[in-house]
């Protein structure tokens, strides 16, 4: 076993996923299979090897400062499934 | 032969001897539509009414004698391309009624060439898939055997292609997206290098690997569409600022003198006996064609699909964090507060797949297992691309299987991920690399399935594979089969 | 028990870019909700950053400004966490490696100059602003500030109180603000202050469990809420309690600090390189570039002013805290070439009607030209310095030129030797007694005299002529 259930349920907690006991069950098993795979990489001595985050090596790529257009309030809230006059509306954020 | 069946340059070529009008292709795409579609599904989102007005419109400007590359000619999207005013929902239940306020470029781009959109095509949840069994609106079916996947996560684009229900489409490859269901569909399908095509607008599923890429029926299409793709874009930092060749001047070029590598690691145990030979019969073809195949060795392919399985879920898992209900697309109804509309929605919106992905991508970036998993996979993609940059020392273009089976039966791997993510072991390492790769059909398995297999060139060399796959359907001489639908 | 306080600050200063950092969006201040967006920076499918250069550049010069080694390469990387004003559900921000690192600013304590390090200086994007319903359980959420570039300053764990803390924050923000990269509007949120605090018995190496402190959005409150804290902590350890790592909200309105439970779960971030971005390779010639174009420093202004005008090092600070000050300061004193003198002025009454008015220097009425004028009519002797407060008061009130006040109000000083002579010829012979006592060697009468002769101009003559004539006179014909 790589995961425990525990983890598997503070992963879904972190990644924001209801799962049930059923998924949580599932999951956990589904993974420990596909991790015991990623496994084989620990065959392999990368010690020195530089990670690769990008597929080519572009650098300093940048725009100038200039003003675009803004979309506006009403375009940027029309997909909101919820919006009060000018805002999104979310449950009471506390903090 | 119907005018649906036929390639883009057929097309041009009746259209500008005013042999046919836009009006008339695009109706006869929309009746092969209402014929068949029942059956494949590979649509989301028909765009008839859309394509017939713009296609009046083409044949106003036939009539002008403005002509342009795609003028009249019928393109279906993958429904991961944002299309401003259309709904694009990426396969998903979470942007099922997402109306994006803005088109992706390679879209503005096909409208600037005169493209007709028929419609948006079905695809695996956030692309996420190698059947196209994962959509939130139901499979797409394989058009050459009803029973079978058409592979994915682009199925949607290759059956249409495949089925004449378009004339060439769109698609996005992160492991063999593209290039696998072009495969299983008997079509050409080419992911470009990393960079070469704008991904503004091309929903993400992992970043470093998402590549825009052409579906079409024969190579010189590939080329056309190849033309209008291609080019920096400055609104996306990883494009790459190159000068882009006329690809279609390499439609006809012979082979002569070139090496085709043919890596060792690619012809493994678990390949399909029908697939081996028909990829040695192309061999021999491109031998007979001038080439010169020699052995290579990619040592590090064994190690791909875990690389993959580690980098394309990390990235997804912070790329979908934005689908959290508050901006666009579902909400869950009645939560009680913040944390519940946030773990309701994304457990509504998700299918398994897409929840899979983001589990394992949040678990190999969490505290204590980045570098473990995630440093430790971008360790090995290192290797793995220096793999290619040595081998592409020692030959021109390299020669593998693009799916070690054809197309596989409805519902045989939804059970078993890991399975599922294996069929995609030979596309993998071109995204992991970013190096381009097509894929041509090579034959059919004795059941009258598509087998496919793939170029793979050094980053922007797209004209080689161009020229390779061309010079290999011209001497090849396989028979023009359609499905029976 | 003797306990040291230990003090690390993060500081979130936005920068005075045109546009947003990943996207043109305007970053002004004060639009209609959720106008100044784009689908870039409200984070919808499938769109891209494009970071701003400015951006690069601003930062870099905050970072040469305090001493900091600027890396050959730096990325963006993601910070990941689920927050209704963060619509990627991750932040663009700088991780293992950032743009600047391992510098200092000196901070003046008890007359000795003392090194604050500077852990690193890194480029990220801003959140939206978050409105709470007060009658019912919703927020409503603005993304106008969303990806409003921000460099945040990390300090090293050196300040040893709050006041050097302050001083910190003082210094740092002067810099900002001399860069004109960052307004520095405390209020608006362009200055933003992180603290984290703990304490140890004196003498002891390690440190002490740290609370962070969020929401100090001014100098002062910030001094107010670590001095809580520490008290806070003190009283934890003296009583057989311990101090819990977490985070705590400062309450200006209670004067407490208070634990925000709701942020604790939500630290495991998972940063990783931001596949969307490319590195960021900054050359010498670039990093020259932005040191050739650096301003005068606050420091080295200070420095100079000492050295130049011979004005303490008191008046030095007072008039560099502030660039605009500074540079009023030397306008005057080009013109009136009396630097103390003019350094007098300004931090006396000039300062004081602007504080009243809680106006800047820029905003002063008080033309620099106009105070150097004056300062030279007081040295002239037309006016004197109790006339000139009279002046100064009415050319902050009313902008006028002295000249023009002086003129008006008929301020002008009587120095006409033969007019004096008259008045006090006349006062002489109307207080005969008085003479005659202050003959006889009752001096103090001197004073009576001098206020008589005032009295009679109306206050308006030349009080070393007076003085003098009255000495000569008093003494009677030799």
Same mark, same amino acid.
């Given at each position: 076993?790589?995961?425990?259930?525990?983890?598997?349920?503070?992963?879904?907690?972190?990644?924001?996923?209801?799962?049930?006991?059923?998924?949580?069950?599932?999951?956990?098993?589904?993974?420990?299979?596909?991790?015991?795979?990623?496994?084989?990489?620990?065959?392999?001595?990368?010690?020195?090897?530089?990670?690769?985050?990008?597929?080519?090596?572009?650098?300093?790529?940048?725009?100038?400062?200039?003003?675009?257009?803004?979309?506006?309030?009403?375009?940027?809230?029309?997909?909101?499934?919820?919006?009060?006059?000018?805002?999104?509306?979310?449950?009471?954020?506390?903090? | 032969?119907?005018?649906?069946?036929?390639?883009?340059?057929?097309?041009?070529?009746?259209?500008?001897?005013?042999?046919?009008?836009?009006?008339?292709?695009?109706?006869?795409?929309?009746?092969?539509?209402?014929?068949?579609?029942?059956?494949?599904?590979?649509?989301?989102?028909?765009?008839?009414?859309?394509?017939?007005?713009?296609?009046?419109?083409?044949?106003?400007?036939?009539?002008?004698?403005?002509?342009?590359?795609?003028?009249?000619?019928?393109?279906?999207?993958?429904?991961?391309?944002?299309?401003?005013?259309?709904?694009?929902?990426?396969?998903?239940?979470?942007?099922?009624?997402?109306?994006?306020?803005?088109?992706?470029?390679?879209?503005?781009?096909?409208?600037?060439?005169?493209?007709?959109?028929? *419609?948006?095509?079905?695809?695996?949840?956030?692309?996420?898939?190698?059947?196209?069994?994962?959509?939130?609106?139901?499979?797409?079916?394989?058009?050459?055997?009803?029973?079978?996947?058409?592979?994915?996560?682009?199925?949607?684009?290759?059956?249409?292609?495949?089925?004449?229900?378009?004339?060439?489409?769109?698609?996005?490859?992160?492991?063999?997206?593209?290039?696998?269901?072009?495969?299983?569909?008997?079509?050409?399908?080419?992911?470009?290098?990393?960079?070469?095509?704008?991904?503004?607008?091309?929903?993400?599923?992992?970043?470093?690997?998402?590549?825009?890429?052409?579906?079409?029926?024969?190579?010189?299409?590939?080329?056309?569409?190849?033309?209008?793709?291609?080019?920096?874009?400055?609104?996306?930092?990883?494009?790459?600022?190159?000068?882009?060749?006329?690809?279609?001047?390499?439609?006809?070029?012979?082979?002569?003198?070139?090496?085709?590598?043919?890596?060792?690691?690619?012809?493994?145990?678990?390949?399909?006996?029908?697939?081996?030979?028909?990829?040695?019969?192309?061999?021999?073809?491109?031998?007979?064609?001038?080439?010169?195949?020699?052995?290579?060795?990619?040592?590090?392919?064994?190690?791909?699909?875990?690389?993959?399985?580690?980098?394309?879920?990390?990235?997804?898992?912070?790329?979908?964090?934005?689908?959290?209900?508050?901006?666009?697309?579902?909400?869950?109804?009645?939560?009680?507060?913040?944390?519940?509309?946030?773990?309701?929605?994304?457990?509504?919106?998700?299918?398994?797949?897409?929840?899979?992905?983001?589990? @394992?991508?949040?678990?190999?970036?969490?505290?204590?297992?980045?570098?473990?998993?995630?440093?430790?996979?971008?360790?090995?993609?290192?290797?793995?691309?220096?793999?290619?940059?040595?081998?592409?020392?020692?030959?021109?273009?390299?020669?593998?299987?693009?799916?070690?089976?054809?197309?596989?039966?409805?519902?045989?791997?939804?059970?078993?991920?890991?399975?599922?993510?294996?069929?995609?072991?030979?596309?993998?390492?071109?995204?992991?690399?970013?190096?381009?790769?097509?894929?041509?059909?090579?034959?059919?398995?004795?059941?009258?399935?598509?087998?496919?297999?793939?170029?793979?060139?050094?980053?922007?060399?797209?004209?080689?594979?161009?020229?390779?796959?061309?010079?290999?359907?011209?001497?090849?001489?396989?028979?023009?089969?359609?499905?029976?639908? | 028990?003797?306990?040291?306080?230990?003090?690390?600050?993060?500081?979130?200063?936005?920068?005075?870019?045109?546009?947003?950092?990943?996207?043109?969006?305007?970053?002004?201040?004060?639009?209609?909700?959720?106008?100044?967006?784009?689908?870039?920076?409200?984070?919808?499918?499938?769109?891209?950053?494009?970071?701003?250069?400015?951006?690069?550049?601003?930062?870099?010069?905050?970072?040469?400004?305090?001493?900091?080694?600027?890396?050959?390469?730096?990325?963006?990387?993601?910070?990941?966490?689920?927050?209704?004003?963060?619509?990627?559900?991750?932040?663009?921000?700088?991780?293992?490696?950032?743009?600047?690192?391992?510098?200092?600013?000196?901070?003046?304590?008890?007359?000795?100059?003392?090194?604050?390090?500077?852990?690193?200086?890194?480029?990220?994007?801003?959140?939206?602003?978050?409105?709470?319903?007060?009658?019912?359980?919703?927020?409503?959420?603005?993304?106008?500030?969303?990806?409003?570039?921000?460099?945040?300053?990390?300090?090293?764990?050196?300040?040893?109180?709050?006041?050097?803390?302050?001083?910190?924050?003082?210094?740092?923000?002067?810099?900002?603000?001399?860069?004109?990269?960052?307004?520095?509007?405390?209020?608006?949120?362009?200055?933003?202050?992180?603290?984290?605090?703990?304490?140890?018995?004196?003498?002891?190496?390690?440190?002490?469990?740290?609370?962070?402190?969020?929401?100090?959005?001014?100098?002062?409150?910030?001094?107010?809420?670590?001095?809580?804290?520490?008290?806070?902590?003190?009283?934890?350890?003296?009583?057989?309690?311990?101090?819990?790592?977490?985070?705590?909200?400062?309450?200006?309105?209670?004067?407490?600090?208070?634990?925000?439970?709701?942020?604790?779960?939500?630290?495991?971030?998972?940063?990783?390189?931001?596949?969307?971005?490319?590195?960021?390779?900054?050359?010498?010639?670039?990093?020259?570039?932005?040191?050739?174009?650096?301003?005068?420093?606050?420091?080295?202004?200070?420095?100079?002013?000492?050295?130049?005008?011979?004005?303490?090092?008191?008046?030095?600070?007072?008039?560099?805290?502030?660039?605009?000050?500074?540079?009023?300061?030397?306008?005057?004193?080009?013109?009136?070439?009396?630097?103390?003198?003019?350094?007098?002025?300004?931090?006396?009454?000039?300062?004081?009607?602007?504080?009243?008015?809680?106006?800047?220097?820029?905003?002063?009425?008080?033309?620099?030209?106009?105070?150097?004028?004056?300062?030279?009519?007081?040295?002239?002797?037309?006016?004197?310095?109790?006339?000139?407060?009279?002046?100064?008061?009415?050319?902050?009130?009313?902008?006028?030129?002295?000249?023009?006040?002086?003129?008006?109000?008929?301020?002008?000083?009587?120095?006409?030797?033969?007019?004096?002579?008259?008045?006090?010829?006349?006062? @002489?012979?109307?207080?005969?007694?008085?003479?005659?006592?202050?003959?006889? *060697?009752?001096?103090?009468?001197?004073?009576?005299?001098?206020?008589?002769?005032?009295?009679?101009?109306?206050?308006?003559?030349?009080?070393?002529?007076?003085?003098?004539?009255?000495?000569?006179?008093?003494?009677?014909?030799?």
């Amino acid at each position: 076993m790589k995961i425990s259930s525990q983890e598997v349920e503070y992963v879904a907690h972190l990644a924001r996923l209801e799962i049930n006991e059923k998924e949580k069950e599932k999951f956990t098993s589904q993974l420990n299979d596909i991790l015991l795979y990623i496994d084989k990489l620990n065959e392999l001595d990368t010690k020195g090897v530089e990670p690769m985050s990008h597929a080519i090596a572009v650098t300093n790529a940048f725009r100038e400062d200039k003003t675009s257009t803004s979309i506006g309030t009403e375009q940027t809230l029309t997909n909101a499934p919820d919006a009060r006059g000018e805002f999104f509306r979310v449950p009471k954020v506390i903090e | 032969m119907e005018l649906n069946q036929l390639t883009i340059h057929e097309l041009q070529e009746k259209i500008k001897n005013g042999e046919v009008s836009a009006l008339q292709i695009t109706e006869s795409v929309f009746s092969r539509i209402d014929a068949v579609e029942e059956r494949v599904h590979c649509y989301i989102r028909l765009m008839k009414e859309e394509a017939l007005h713009a296609a009046s419109k083409a044949d106003d400007d036939i009539k002008k004698g403005d002509i342009k590359p795609l003028t009249g000619i019928p393109i279906a999207l993958k429904d991961i391309v944002c299309t401003k005013g259309i709904v694009t929902t990426c396969g998903s239940h979470i942007l099922h009624n997402f109306v994006p306020p803005y088109s992706a470029t390679v879209v503005e781009k096909l409208t600037a060439a005169g493209a007709i959109y028929v *419609g948006k095509t079905n695809m695996d949840e956030f692309a996420m898939g190698s059947s196209t069994e994962t959509s939130w609106f139901g499979p797409t079916r394989n058009p050459w055997d009803l029973e079978r996947i058409p592979g994915g996560s682009s199925g949607g684009s290759a059956t249409a292609v495949a089925a004449d229900e378009c004339i060439a489409s769109i698609g996005s490859d992160t492991g063999g997206s593209i290039r696998q269901p072009a495969a299983l569909c008997g079509i050409v399908g080419m992911k470009p290098t990393y960079g070469r095509v704008s991904r503004f607008g091309l929903i993400a599923f992992a970043s470093s690997l998402d590549q825009i890429g052409p579906f079409t029926k024969d190579v010189e299409d590939c080329a056309i569409m190849m033309n209008i793709l291609a080019g920096y874009d400055p609104k996306e930092s990883t494009s790459v600022n190159a000068e882009v060749p006329d690809y279609r001047q390499f439609i006809g070029r012979d082979i002569k003198g070139w090496k085709i590598g043919i890596p060792k690691e690619y012809f493994i145990e678990g390949i399909d006996p029908e697939v081996t030979a028909a990829i040695k019969k192309a061999i021999t073809v491109i031998e007979q064609g001038g080439g010169q195949c020699v052995n290579i060795t990619l040592p590090h392919t064994q190690y791909c699909v875990a690389t993959y399985y580690i980098i394309a879920p990390a990235e997804a898992s912070s790329n979908l964090a934005r689908y959290d209900g508050v901006r666009y697309g579902l909400r869950a109804a009645d939560v009680r507060d913040l944390l519940e509309m946030y773990r309701t929605t994304r457990m509504e919106g998700f299918g398994a797949e897409v929840k899979r992905r983001i589990m @394992i991508g949040t678990y190999a970036l969490s505290a204590g297992y980045y570098d473990a998993y995630y440093k430790k996979a971008s360790q090995v993609r290192a290797l793995i691309k220096r793999d290619f940059d040595e081998a592409f020392k020692t030959c021109d273009v390299i020669l593998t299987p693009t799916s070690p089976t054809p197309a596989f039966k409805i519902g045989e791997k939804t059970d078993d991920p890991l399975q599922m993510y294996l069929s995609d072991i030979f596309t993998i390492s071109t995204n992991l690399a970013g190096i381009p790769g097509i894929s041509i059909p090579c034959g059919f398995t004795s059941g009258g399935l598509p087998i496919g297999m793939q170029f793979l060139a050094g980053h922007f060399e797209e004209g080689k594979l161009i020229q390779i796959a061309s010079a290999y359907e011209k001497n090849a001489k396989n028979e023009k089969r359609r499905p029976a639908l | 028990m003797d306990f040291e306080t230990v003090i690390g600050l993060e500081v979130h200063a936005q920068l005075l870019t045109d546009t947003k950092i990943f996207c043109g969006c305007s970053t002004k201040f004060g639009g209609a909700p959720n106008s100044h967006t784009c689908p870039v920076c409200l984070g919808m499918p499938g769109v891209l950053p494009v970071l701003n250069k400015k951006v690069v550049e601003y930062a870099m010069k905050m970072a040469l400004a305090t001493n900091c080694e600027i890396n050959k390469s730096c990325e963006f990387a993601r910070k990941n966490y689920f927050y209704p004003d963060l619509p990627k559900g991750y932040q663009i921000s700088q991780y293992a490696f950032p743009l600047a690192e391992h510098g200092h600013v000196l901070l003046d304590v008890n007359g000795e100059q003392k090194k604050i390090g500077i852990t690193r200086i890194h480029m990220e994007e801003d959140a939206g602003k978050l409105l709470h319903d007060e009658h019912n359980p919703v927020s409503y959420v603005d993304l106008n500030r969303t990806g409003v570039p921000l460099i945040e300053i990390v300090s090293e764990p050196d300040m040893r109180s709050p006041e050097e803390a302050a001083d910190y924050l003082r210094r740092l923000h002067e810099i900002l603000v001399y860069l004109e990269i960052c307004d520095g509007n405390m209020e608006e949120g362009s200055f933003r202050c992180d603290a984290n605090v703990s304490i140890r018995p004196r003498g002891q190496k390690e440190y002490g469990t740290r609370t962070e402190l969020k929401n100090m959005n001014s100098f002062r409150n910030g001094q107010r809420a670590l001095e809580y804290e520490i008290k806070r902590q003190q009283y934890l350890v003296e009583n057989g309690g311990t101090v819990v790592q977490e985070t705590r909200l400062w309450d200006d309105a209670q004067g407490v600090t208070n634990s925000m439970r709701s942020k604790e779960e939500a630290h495991d971030y998972r940063y990783f390189p931001d596949p969307d971005l490319v590195p960021i390779l900054v050359d010498q010639p670039w990093v020259d570039k932005n040191k050739k174009d650096l301003p005068e420093l606050p420091l080295a202004k200070r420095e100079r002013f000492v050295k130049d005008y011979q004005i303490p090092a008191y008046d030095a600070g007072v008039l560099t805290a502030d660039k605009a000050l500074a540079i009023y300061y030397e306008e005057v004193v080009k013109i009136c070439s009396k630097p103390k003198v003019a350094s007098n002025w300004i931090m006396g009454d000039v300062m004081r009607f602007l504080n009243e008015d809680k106006r800047s220097i820029r905003e002063c009425p008080v033309k620099a030209e106009s105070l150097a004028e004056m300062i030279n009519l007081i040295d002239e002797g037309a006016i004197s310095g109790k006339m000139a407060k009279e002046v100064v008061e009415d050319m902050y009130k009313t902008g006028k030129s002295p000249q023009d006040i002086i003129k008006e109000k008929g301020l002008v000083q009587i120095t006409d030797e033969g007019e004096l002579i008259k008045t006090i010829t006349a006062i @002489i012979e109307a207080n005969p007694a008085q003479l005659k006592d202050y003959r006889d *060697g009752k001096e103090k009468l001197f004073g009576f005299f001098v206020g008589q002769v005032m009295k009679a101009t109306q206050g308006k003559a030349n009080p070393q002529l007076v003085n003098e004539l009255l000495k000569k006179m008093l003494a009677g014909p030799s």
